[in-house]
């Protein structure tokens, strides 16, 4: 596949990316699904540089918009050329005299260079004063909001985002340990080591593909950031207790969980979307899980919900949130997000976490957690939880101690997480 085609790829990707409003990894996975003639490579260069101009949308927007080309003004299949345009000319150096080669207009190649879009070339590129949110690449309605959680430290924080995330695993403890799994990895050549925070952890080092392993078909360990493997270690579950996750999603932390439980005890995973269940099922038969309990309900009203009043010794509430912790994997996040979006996704956390606490049993715990990096979806949900429910306090759970857990890409190497830990007073 030509360069020019390449390019031609990205653009119809950014343009989809730009007007259908769904997350990137759907977007590039239908795109190339339909288009099979694209080779490995040709995927692997496409998406790379697809994720790199959203990574540094708003320096490519900011210096469009300099040159007087706004993208937010334009069509979709515009925009996406102008991003493509800037990040070539701004980050890749790339000469002048190859953008008139490479968008030629010929068959499978970029049309040519519009004239609004000649442009972005009338200076050499420079990064001097810009503002804070083009230099940390997120939009300018999320400064306060980054600014109240990171201080002094927000340019150190954001720039970590710009960063590719490792890919962590996490050792199912009901088949193996992490030392046997790691001997097996590295002798299977993959570049592999101990994570620093989670006991069950393991980080590979380059972009192997790790559900082709032995390991991984016969559910020796599950894909799982760090930083999610500690919140199941926040639970800490005994042998035997009955545990709820009540936002059970594709069950990642439901298997970690399982595995505490050395599959003894009751396990029940629950959540509103069906079709995220059944992932869930096909994950706990690989993992050699079998007392876990996966039921679809309809909300918080459920009624099979209202029958389990203090049934569950732990609840974990691993609320929808922003995903804003994620920003490594899932830069689109933080141009899909809207205000409306946070206060929405706030209201949520605080009827699902209301929602959970008379399912605990008196002495139990009540875990809440999210991969947001917001005030509003973390220490501001449990002022407001704590206020209305006398009946919990708050277990100190951070890693030093701190009265909340909150981790960040800069300061441990994981995706962003906030926890907080509850116990629930006995009569």
Same mark, same amino acid.
């Given at each position: ?242 545990? =709820? ?9 439901? &298997? +970690?969980? #399982? %595995?505490? /439980?050395?599959?003894? !005890? ?75 979006? =946070? ?9 699902? &976490? +209301?929602? #959970? %606490?008379? /399912?605990?049993?008196? !002495? ?64």
């Amino acid at each position: 596949m030509k360069d020019a085609a390449r390019l031609q790829s990205v653009i119809e990707i950014l343009t989809l990316e730009g007007s259908e409003k769904k997350p990137l990894d759907q977007i590039c996975h239908r795109y190339f699904k339909t288009r099979r003639f694209i080779g490995s490579k040709d995927r692997q260069a496409i998406s790379a540089l697809v994720y790199s101009i959203i990574r540094q949308r708003a320096s490519c927007d900011w210096w469009a918009l300099e040159r007087g080309v706004s993208p937010l003004l334009m069509l979709p299949y515009e925009a996406a050329r102008v991003r493509l345009i800037s990040y070539l000319w701004v980050f890749d150096k790339m000469p002048r005299k190859t953008f008139g080669v490479l968008f030629s207009g010929d068959k499978y190649a970029p049309e040519k260079l519009f004239d609004k879009e000649q442009a972005i070339f009338e200076v050499l590129p420079t990064r001097e004063n810009i503002p804070p949110w083009v230099e940390g690449e997120f939009p300018e309605w999320l400064f306060p909001l980054l600014k109240r959680r990171f201080g002094s430290q927000l340019k150190e924080e954001v720039q970590a985002f710009l960063q590719m995330a490792p890919l962590d695993l996490r050792t199912n403890l009901l088949k193996t340990t992490r030392e046997e799994v790691l001997k097996a990895l590295s002798t299977a050549g993959l570049k592999v080591e101990k994570t620093p925070l989670s006991p069950w952890g393991l980080r590979l080092h380059g972009r192997e593909n790790i559900t082709q392993t032995q390991a991984f078909q016969k559910g020796l360990v599950e894909v799982q950031d760090e930083g999610s493997q500690l919140i199941a270690g926040l639970i800490a579950p005994k042998a035997g207790q009955t545990v =709820l996750d009540l936002c059970a999603g594709a069950g990642g932390k439901t &298997l +970690a969980l #399982a %595995a505490l /439980l050395d599959n003894k !005890g009751r396990l029940v995973a629950t959540d509103t979307a069906l079709w995220r269940l059944k992932r869930t099922k096909e994950r706990l038969k690989r993992a050699g899980v079998f007392n876990v309990e996966i039921r679809e309900i309809s909300g918080m009203t459920d009624k099979w919900l209202k029958r389990q009043k203090e049934r569950f010794d732990h609840v974990l509430v691993d609320a929808p949130c922003s995903g804003s912790g994620t920003w490594r994997r899932n830069p689109d996040k933080k141009w899909t997000l809207t205000p409306k979006d =946070l206060s929405e996704l706030s209201a949520l956390q605080q009827v699902l &976490l +209301a929602g #959970a %606490a008379p /399912l605990v049993k008196p !002495g139990g715990s009540l875990v809440y957690a999210t991969c947001s990096l917001f005030y509003e979806e973390n220490e501001d949900v449990v002022a407001t939880f704590l206020k209305d429910h006398p009946t919990f306090k708050v277990i100190p759970c951070g890693l030093k101690g701190e009265r909340f857990l909150f981790l960040s890409p800069f300061q441990h190497g994981t995706d962003g997480f906030f926890a907080a830990k509850f116990i629930k007073s006995a009569p």
